[in-house]
T-cell receptor, first 113, second 113 residues
């Protein structure tokens, strides 16, 4: 158990809908990262937050957005969903944002029908 | 453009044997990461390599980095069945106000008893 929690574990929704994925980092970790893993695209880094501020942005689509709240949990919002958004979404946390070891949550499996 | 290539993509080896997974990247990077993923599971961070000549070891796994050759290796010593998993490398880079974090395609390792 990494200490990082993600909810929900599974999510099934329809095209055009909007969903929110939630991540709680390990106690004491200030940085949260979001990743997407799909058969088509492999593993992709989406976005990183550090202590409530966006730190780095990767291949995150404009239809997606994220934020980190004062209690350091983070949410990834996916809107206008398409079939191709079906994937595993992982979050990870680290003590700081400077390339230290990341601890990964169990992931949320999103299926868009 | 930052690209990461891993080889081999698939590796089947006998217990007790040694083998090496290679990770090549196309441009200068800041850090190199190695991860492990068990089937149906999340990612586990193995190593973060920061500088040329860096070597890190954990159990039967040893990772090294040659920034001049833009090459990292993950060496497996005396493989055991429990090492069966998919191994990913990734590199990141800040340049001209842009951040890139790119994963390799992964190496699926199967250790046969």
């Amino acid at each position: 158990d990494s200490g990082v929690t993600q909810t929900p574990k599974h999510l099934i929704t329809a095209t055009g809908q909007r969903v929110t994925l939630r991540c709680s980092p390990r106690s004491g970790d200030l940085s949260v990262y979001w990743y997407q893993q799909s058969l088509d695209q492999g593993l992709q880094f989406l976005i990183q937050y550090y202590n409530g501020e966006e730190r780095a942005k990767g291949n995150i689509l404009e239809r997606f957005s994220a934020q980190q709240f004062p209690d350091l949990h983070s949410e990834l919002n996916l809107s206008s969903l398409e079939l191709g958004d079906s994937a595993l979404y992982f979050c990870a946390s680290s003590v700081d944002g400077d390339g230290n070891e990341q601890f990964f949550g169990p992931g949320t499996r999103l299926t868009v029908l | 453009e930052l690209k990461v290539e891993q080889n081999p993509l698939f590796l089947s080896m006998q217990e007790g044997k040694n083998y090496t997974i290679y990770c090549n990247y196309s441009t200068t990077s800041d850090r190199l990461y190695w991860y492990r993923q068990d089937p149906g599971k999340s990612l586990e961070s193995l190593f973060v390599l920061l500088s040329n000549g860096a070597v890190k070891q954990e159990g039967r796994l040893m990772a090294s980095l040659d920034t001049k050759a833009r090459l990292s290796t993950l060496h497996i010593t005396a493989a055991v069945h429990d090492l069966s998993a998919t191994y990913f490398c990734a590199v990141d880079r800040y340049a001209s106000g842009t951040y890139k974090y790119i994963f390799g395609t992964g190496t699926r390792l199967k250790v046969l008893a």
